[in-house]
């Protein structure tokens, strides 16, 4: 039988584990030697003993491990032990194990070699199974170790935890480095009572010389390792693996593993071995790496909590910031309604409303004292607020409805203000309890030194009792008590509180509150002088006449009067221009008050000369239609010069002037004359002319027949000349009836100007040349198109081209000129003879006003009436020797115009 | 053209006037007869046949122009000339009876003229 074949190994290591292989392997060996009994020992060189594996009967006691040293053998060979034959086992020359056999039985010496062979494959066997079972552990540390979510503490124990149980330690301790020593921080397997030092200085015993070196360190037996201190734990220490936790060079501890377990593979050695510390020196280094982790996880963590700490703050502040401005607006709002209201309760209502509501300071409740001068005493007088818990949510939620019906916060203050009845409710509790405010705790400091107490639940429980009474009423412990401060008094107090809320009252709140009580102080001190101040006014209004109100009545008066006023004293000081002054002379009364007379210029001098005469009559003088040029302008005044006489004394201290302008009424008075006048002319004109006509017609008609029947030469010159006369009395008539009549079968077309005055030219042109006079015309390049009668307008033309040859006498130019702007089209017609005399300038155009011998007297007049009164237009003439006589005739575009 | 058949009433209140028109219509060859007023001129002319009257208007019984209307509701062919010493009648004459209109003057040539043309219609 060969132990070495396919089946035996087969069937060894079909079994499950390392004792079932050793049992089948010795069942095979004892079969082969043929032996009823058998017992198989592995060699543990460590100890130098022989272990006892398998047997196939119970084995004494003493006989399970044998040491070899006891034997009387080298195991070199077979012997006998206890009566029975003992076969070594070797493999490579060295001795693996023992078999002991019935006496007589053996085996040969090849079967020794397969058995040495196969024991040492399965001993082999076992210890990488083992290894590799510690590998595969090793993978579970790292899931083991999550880093997010785990604390130092908790990394450490953990990590302890793992190397005792992949080492198959009993025992495990982590120590940490405190202040130049190592401290026992975590600990496995080990009870309390186990441990007799909990510090060591770093270089003490094992421990101490691994912090020192930074080496790891394997100790199979602390009995020959030199390094051993043995007084640290109570218990035994057989075996240990440790190692530094050294990160960035510095050793943060030590991870010290002790005495290893036994297990489910089987080794000849119970001691730690190298393996088992390459394994703590990679436990080791992934714990650094988790620390570091844990360390940059907790930084990071750290950061972002700091951060958001910082996010918090400036959000708080943000917060902060707009609460404050939020009540510094309310507090505005609320001097805002206090500044309409005039009645001293609704002021208070509006105070205690703005502390309470939601917009406003959002108090819980607010009591008003008022202070009693003469008792010196404060008097509740009225509590805002919900009455208890039961009406807390109720009670706000309407005051909230109530607020937001109103956009604006101050006018919901003031309507609330008169719409809400405070007279029961909390103030039911409070009314008429009364508090002396002289050497009170609390009152003392509000009323008599202007303070506010803010008493919290501290001062509350220090100092309750002596305010028990307050503190009764309120049922809270925290309020805020402010006064109503004015500039000469304290009006009183309001209580603050948040007893259904809780919510603290801040230093902040404390500081606005402060503002508060000095603006709604004031307020309710100056309504309250307000009332005794209107009383003073009225008494005072009614004794005033006074003297200052009725020069304001009287400058008033001055001021509006249509007729310009100025005042001057003897000192030539004028002393009032009024308005119309400044307006009629367009001086400004600033700069006329107080000034001079002769400020008004030489112009003023006549008017001054005869206003002074005052002084002598001391009458009034009137002066009416006074024709005044200023400013080279006219102007027709009605001027009164009054003495100015002090008031009851006859004393005259200056006059009065008065000057109303009437130029224009001075005009239309003329314009008017005028206007009666010509036709007063007119009519008579109209009849002298007809009744002239008929005998006219009849000298003339009998002249012509005398001349066809004389035959006497002298006689027909006569007649001739009879004619001649007639005739030039029949252009009189004529004439004078054209000016007298009025026309009412105007044609008026829109004729093209250059054309019309052209037709005038042409027809003259030839006969003026012959005498030596040159016309010229110059047209208006716009060639513009009016509206005229025709007829008419060529008549005027005719008439100052006709007057402007007559007045040439001889050779010369007439230059006949049209042109037009926005509103008019001109005619000028220029001559170079002799100028009109400045003072003919206006005659000329009156009717039967004549220069020439042989003229009506009414071509210049018919001439304006065409143009001003059919057209609605302006004739002038301007005449000098320089630049000779022109007559513009100017004629309004627009239609319109004209029927003004 | 037949002047001689032609016959003309004058009427006008001042004789010289009068005479001077009648005299200068008969130079050119018209049988002419005279009214001194409006009166005498319609008798006349519901009696006798009459190719044409000369008014004037200013006249103190009856004004010219009635005298006008009035010739024209005998419905007779006549033809009437105004002479008046007034030239702005001309604009009422539309609404008038007479058939022409001529402002009286020294020089008789211009009524001579009229008279033809409305005797030639």
Redesign the interface.
Known sequence: MILTNFESLLKIFKEENFEERLKTLTDLIREMSGSNSICLYVYEEEHKQLRLMVSSYDVRQDALKIKIDTLNSDLSSPFVYNGRNAIPINYDGKVIGLITLDPDKTIDDRTNLQIGTILKILLDYEKSRSTISKLTAMEELDKEINVVNTGLDELYQKVLNFAVKVLNAERGTIWLIGDKELVLSYTSGISTNEILKRRIEIGYGMIGWIAKTKEPLLSTSSKVDPRATLDIFSFSIKSAVGVPIIRDNELIGVMMLMNRKNTDFYRTYRHFDEFDLSLAVSIANRLKMAITQIELYTRLEKENENLKELQKQSEDYINYQKEQVRLLNALQKILQALRHTQDIRNIYKIVLIGLTSNSGFKFNRALLLEKDENARVLVAKEWLGPASENEVTSAWQSAKADEEKYADFAHYLQEEALRIDLSGGLTSYARGKIFSYTGDYIFDRVINRSRIVHVTPMLSAQRGEEFMELLNLLGVKEFVCIPLVGRRDVYGAIILDNKYTGTPITDDMIDILSIFSESVGLTIESLKSYAELVEKTISLEKQRISAEYFKDFLQNILENLDVAIMVVNRENKILEWNKKSEELFGFEKSKMVNSDTNILGPEFADILTVAEKVYDTKETINLSDYHFTFDSKEYFLNMTFSPLKEQDVDVITGYIAMFEDVTRRHMLEIELRNRERLAVLGEMS?KI??EI?????????????AKKISNDEKLSKYIDII?EE??RL?IIV?QT??FS?????LNFTISPLNQLVQDIVDLYFEKFQLQGVKIEFDKDPKDPYVQLEPNHFKEVIINLVQNAFEAMKGEGVIKVKTYSDDKFVYVDVWNNGDPIPPDKMEVIFQPFYTTKTYGTGLGLAICRKIVEDEHYGKISVRSDKENGTTFTVQIPKDIDLKEV | MKKEGKHILVVEDEEPVRMLIKEELEDEGYKVSTAKNGKEALDFISSQDVDLVTLDIEMPDMNGLEVAGKIRDMKKPVKILILTAYSHYKSDLSSWAADDYIVKSSDMSEMKKKVKELLED
Request: glycine residues 8%; positive net charge.
């Open positions: 109209a002319a007809h006509r008929n005998p006219l017609s009849a000298i003339g008609g009998f002249a012509q027949r004619l007639a005739k029949e004529n009836l054209e009549r009025n026309d009412r079968n």
